[in-house]
């Protein structure tokens, strides 16, 4: 998977050299191939802007998209964490749903930017509306931040997760009952998970970037 380490953060390499996405700093280096200059842009990854480079950061190291992957990814946003993913699979293709019109504008015109953005305005607990724009994929990422985020997951997974695949969801404890202690939230989510053929394949906390947030990184079981 390539992620790089420059001035001590993480960062992806450019898909689009010259563009910010979200106000990230870019990093410009010179290197020489076969005898001559290459220029190669790399965007730092903020893991208090993107979960993934927070559970990156804290441990995760199970988690290996490669370079032509095809990805779904659940709750899109504006495409911050959609863009680092479009960084580092640079001859795969991300579906994108997301379901919110305005937010979708601004994720519509980062993917006028990479090929390897495909935006669906839709709404995730109802994948069948998608099943004809979406094929069988080597990943899904679920960043919904609903309360039954993780029926979502699942749903999503059996419909278009090619076998022996990973998906990774991040739960956000609030979201799904604020009155309860997190780590019951956590352990619950888990159960659910498990209790329907997912084996749990990493789990990491998402502080200091992201408060009472778990990113879970899951296998289905056959
Ligand atoms: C926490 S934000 C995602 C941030 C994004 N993953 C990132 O890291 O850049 C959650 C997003 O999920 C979207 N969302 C929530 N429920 C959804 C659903 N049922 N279907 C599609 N999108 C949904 C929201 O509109 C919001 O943009």
């Known amino acids: 998977m390539e992620i790089y380490l420059k001035e001590d953060q993480i960062a992806t390499k450019n898909l689009s050299p010259g563009l910010r996405v979200y106000g990230e700093k870019l990093i410009i280096e010179n290197q020489l191939i076969n005898d ?115 029926g979502i997951f699942m749903n999503n997974i059996n419909l278009f997760l090619k076998e022996e695949a990973n998906g990774l969801i991040t739960i956000k404890a609030r979201s799904i009952d604020v009155s309860k202690n997190p780590k019951k939230v956590f352990k619950e989510e888990e159960k659910k998970l498990i209790n329907r053929g997912f084996r749990i394949l990493e789990k990491i906390k998402l502080e200091p970037y992201e408060k009472d947030h778990l990113a879970l990184l899951v296998e289905k079981i056959l």
């Open 36 to 150: 001559s200059e290459v220029e190669t842009e790399y965007r730092l990854w903020n893991p208090y802007r993107s979960k993934l480079a927070g559970a990156l950061l804290n441990g995760m190291s199970k988690l290996n998209l490669k370079n032509d992957y095809k990805i779904l990814y659940l709750g899109a946003s504006t495409g911050t964490t959609v863009s680092h993913i479009s960084d580092i699979i640079y001859d795969g293709l991300i579906y994108a749903v997301e379901f919110s019109p305005v937010t979708m504008r601004k994720l519509t015109r980062l993917a006028d930017h990479r090929q390897n953005i495909a935006p669906i305005l839709a709404d995730a607990n109802k994948p069948k509306n998608y099943i004809s724009l979406v094929e069988k994929v080597d990943f899904i990422y679920c960043d919904v931040a609903q309360p039954n985020q993780s």
